[in-house]
């Protein structure tokens, strides 16, 4: 095992339900106290996804997320079209600069498709990515001057940032895990190898249960009984609060309300979550 979960009490979520987020402060502006505010907290941002939540932005098919950590702001896929990923960016007032790092789920194009145009704009990150991705899109990103990192079994990444590795679930696919004293935070692409088995895979790497499920689920076109059994699998194996958002699917995500209660999370693009 990576890691085992802390014993000490877990820090209080607070959930921003604003649509309109305001906008972050300028530079000069920001005092040592926010600083050190900033560092306490770790904000996941939908800054792409087929739902709506922010009226000001815009949707379309596919999901990318911000997450700021303390040590890392790491970009998770960069959904499917470039010009729409960086418009709702800087609607949002998050500066392509300013992030370190991106973490690449799957080679689908509503992942990937922004990926070129983000990279116009910050060349410095590392880019993890399967190492199944076509070799064109790794000498692409090469290219560019960017940090290639092929993905092939579990690892850690950097500090308290873990990937399941690729799992086979007919598209080769890894999802994001992120270590806090609350537990575990899983962010997922399309769950294509199943998100009960995303779920168990990311227990066995770090022997943590899971605080918070974020992303898609995969379960668009699946009957009821079927989303019902997943949610229950899912609430015995320990998973406290989803956010089901892109590929999840309108009955899995009113299912899932009603399975997880309070821990529902509604999720779409210009959702923040803040964890402090």
């Known amino acids: ?42 904000t996941i941002t939908i800054v792409y996804d087929n739902n709506r939540y922010d009226s000001r932005l815009t949707t379309a098919w596919g999901f990318s997320c911000l997450v700021n950590l303390p040590q890392q702001v790491v970009l998770f896929d960069t959904g499917g079209d470039g010009k729409i990923l960086l418009q ?32 116009e704009h910050n060349r410095k990150v ?57 537990g575990l935070i899983v962010i997922t692409g399309c769950a294509h190898p199943g998100i009960v088995n995303i779920v168990q895979k990311a227990k066995d790497i770090t022997g943590q249960n899971i605080y918070l499920l974020i992303g898609g689920f995969h379960l668009g076109g699946t009957s009821p009984s079927q989303i019902s059994n997943i949610a229950q699998n899912l609430l015995q194996l320990g998973v406290e609060k989803v956010a089901p958002c892109h590929c999840s699917g309108e009955v899995a995500r009113r299912l899932f309300s009603d399975y997880f209660g309070d821990d529902y999370i509604d999720c779409g693009v210009g959702k923040e979550i803040v964890i402090e």
């Open 88 to 119: 709702n960016m800087t609607k949002l007032g998050i500066d392509p600069e300013e992030i370190d790092v991106v973490v690449l789920s799957h080679e689908h194009a509503d992942h990937v498709g922004g990926l070129a145009r983000f990279l």
């Open 126 to 182: 590392t880019v993890y990515m399967p190492v199944s991705f076509p070799q064109q899109l790794k000498d692409q990103v090469r290219t560019t001057g960017a940090k290639l990192e092929e993905v092939d079994k579990a690892r850690e990444l950097f500090d308290g940032a873990f990937t399941t590795g690729e799992l086979d679930g007919g598209i080769k696919e890894q999802s994001l895990l992120l270590s806090i004293p609350n």
């Open 1 to 42: 095992m990576f890691g085992k979960k802390p014993t000490w009490l877990a820090m209080a979520i607070v959930i921003l339900f604003s649509a309109c987020a305001a906008q972050p402060p300028e530079a000069e502006s920001v005092t040592p106290e926010q600083k050190e505010d900033m560092k306490n907290k770790i």
